[in-house]
């Protein structure tokens, strides 16, 4: 099979589309056909970083397709299912032997490009909107990188839930993208203080809670859009790691929350990760949520789509297809 593999540490130039052999389903695995690749932005960081001590690093977490085989001790799932996954390395491929515990239906309504385009990211937008801070019509939220691809996603769970949607955008085009998808108010962060504007939109009183997968460039400054007794959220770093918090800027702001938050401890569980998966793939068959494919690109083509989301010229998902 082809498959997409980092020989070493570095720019988008170190993957190779390469033939690697098929892998072979364990016991308690499926293996499934590759039909749409779901790209984030930590596989650039895990390009950049990559191990290649013990060979080529397989690259990818996030796909879909249809199983052609399934290894022992597997029941719930048989030979032509639909399935979407993530957190499984070496997506980048034709071939992914897959964790059946990891496996999630895909239900009749539900492209199999839309399950690798939403999974991982309407997964994180769900926990973020629904536990984390579970957003009412009482609260306000700014949603950081509100056009990527948790930002589309996320501005339309929070306007769902009734909440009041902020986003902060970088461009024009990326601001109608968020306001298509919910977001109340947008501010270009390039030409505005993000700070001043949220004080601006809320009369003063700052927002409940504030998403944050900027990182370095947003992180300390988001502290002082907040209500008192508000939650900072990081979910992310994309602009770089974010300089050291000193713990009384949440009392002096007036007793902040703040967490460091990822999806696998939100997707511990089997009982939680297919309550996540099924309540965004049932609001996307339902037509309430919509999914954002920017663009696709062939399998052989992941560097140059890795280029494109690393320079951040995407708005929404972006997919390889095998």
């Not at 997964?123 to 801070?133: D, E, F, K, P, V």
């Not at 939680?272 to 099924?278: D, G, H, S």
Request: proline share 5%.
């Amino acid at each position: 099979m082809k498959a997409v593999r980092a020989h070493a540490a570095g720019g988008p130039e170190v993957l190779r589309y390469e033939d690697v052999p098929d892998p072979q389903p364990a016991a308690g695995q499926v293996l499934v056909r590759i039909e749409a690749i779901g790209m984030n932005f930590a596989e650039v960081g895990a390009r950049r970083n990559a191990n290649v001590t013990n060979g080529p690093a397989p690259i990818g977490g996030e796909a879909a397709g249809t199983i052609v085989e399934v290894g022992a001790d597997v029941t719930e799932f048989h030979l032509g299912d639909r399935v979407a996954f993530n957190a499984v390395p070496g997506c980048y491929a034709e071939l992914v032997a897959v964790p059946a515990a990891r496996a999630v239906p895909i239900p009749v309504g539900v492209t199999t490009k839309q399950a690798a385009a939403a999974l991982l990211q309407g997964m994180t937008a769900h926990y973020l909107a629904c536990t984390i801070w579970p957003l009412d019509e009482s609260d306000s939220c700014l949603v950081h990188a509100a056009a990527g691809g948790v930002g589309l996603l996320l501005c339309q769970m929070a306007r769902m839930r009734g909440a009041t949607v902020i986003g902060t955008v970088s461009t024009e085009e990326k601001a109608l993208a968020a306001q298509a998808a919910g977001a109340h108010h947008t501010i270009l962060y390039t030409d505005l203080d993000f700070v001043d504007e949220v004080k601006r939109l809320t009369d003063g009183k700052g927002v409940n809670v504030v998403y944050d997968s900027v990182g370095q460039t947003t992180f300390l400054k988001g502290f002082d859009c907040l209500k008192p007794r508000g939650m900072m959220v990081s979910y992310g770093q994309a602009s770089g790691a974010y300089e050291p918090l000193d713990l009384g800027v949440l009392a002096r702001n007036g007793s902040l929350f703040v967490t460091r938050a990822g999806l696998p401890a939100y997707t511990a569980t089997r009982e939680e990760l297919l309550w996540r998966a099924n309540d965004v793939f049932g609001w996307i068959a339902s037509g309430q949520l919509d999914v954002h494919i920017f663009k696709e690109f062939a399998l052989s083509e992941a560097a140059q789509a890795q280029e494109a989301l690393e320079h951040r010229a995407t708005i929404g998902k972006v997919l390889l297809i095998p």
